[in-house]
């Protein structure tokens, strides 16, 4: 039973480069999350995803784009990374209800120099 | 919007000792959700323990209850006989209970207390 998984665990860019963060979830979530927790800080919301095909923006989503064209499946792209996005990158689901939990990955951690 | 706030950035307790980590929201809302995830060193989010809104009784998850007070917006979190494995840093974090379709049922977290449980 996988859950959530997320790649790469560990990633170096250079400013300027992009990169995609994958996130697979296996439970038939309908809920697809990204959030991003900056060092000593809690997480905040990058984008969301209530299906597929259906996303919307978050807390922070300057600097990211996502898509979701299967229920599995929600990556993030990264154009032209900049130092403030140096983070660690958390991919969530859930299913649609109330009161259900979030299920995480276990997070990619990206340094941006 | 809705914000959670953790007063205490580190907190400390003994070996086999009670310990109690703050947190307080505010929300205009009447009906939502409350959680305590934890975060050990390997960053997994792990869910301690959640609190429905419209529920008088506090949660209660083995040795991990909560204290909620609505009228307060107070939600702590209280561990008892603390083990080495309790250390890690504990976030508090809050869901609307409104279903709405385009909203999904996003959390807000507050910034977190680091526990350190002492031999």
């Known amino acids: 039973n996988a859950g959530v998984t997320q790649t790469p665990k560990f990633r170096i860019l250079k400013i300027g480069q992009s990169m995609t963060l994958q996130c697979t979830q296996d439970m038939n979530h309908n809920y697809m999350y990204w959030y991003r927790q900056d060092p000593g800080m809690g997480l905040k919301l990058i984008y969301y995803?209530?299906?597929?095909?259906?996303?919307d923006k978050g807390e922070v989503p300057n600097g990211y784009n996502v898509s979701r064209s299967t229920t599995e499946d929600f990556p993030l792209r990264l154009e032209l990374a900049a130092p403030s996005q140096t983070s660690v990158y958390f991919c969530a689901s859930s299913y649609s209800g109330l009161g259900v939990t979030q299920y995480f990955g276990p997070g990619t951690r990206l340094l941006v120099l | 919007a809705q914000t959670v706030t953790q007063s205490q950035p580190e907190m400390s307790v003994q070996e086999a000792e009670t310990v109690t980590l703050s947190c307080t929201y505010d929300t205009s809302e009447s009906d939502y959700y409350l959680f305590w995830y934890k975060q050990p060193p390997s960053r997994q989010m792990i869910l301690v323990i959640r609190?429905?809104?419209?529920?008088?009784q506090n949660a209660t998850e083995n040795r991990f209850s909560v204290n909620f007070q609505k009228a307060a917006k107070s939600f702590s979190l209280k561990i008892s006989d603390s083990q080495l494995g309790d250390a890690a840093m504990y976030f508090c974090a809050y869901r609307s209970a409104i279903l709405v379709e385009t909203s999904g049922s996003r959390l807000t977290f507050g910034e977190g207390t680091q526990l350190t449980v002492n031999p």
């Open positions: 609190q429905e809104a419209y529920k008088q």
């Open positions: 995803s209530v299906g597929a095909g259906i996303t």
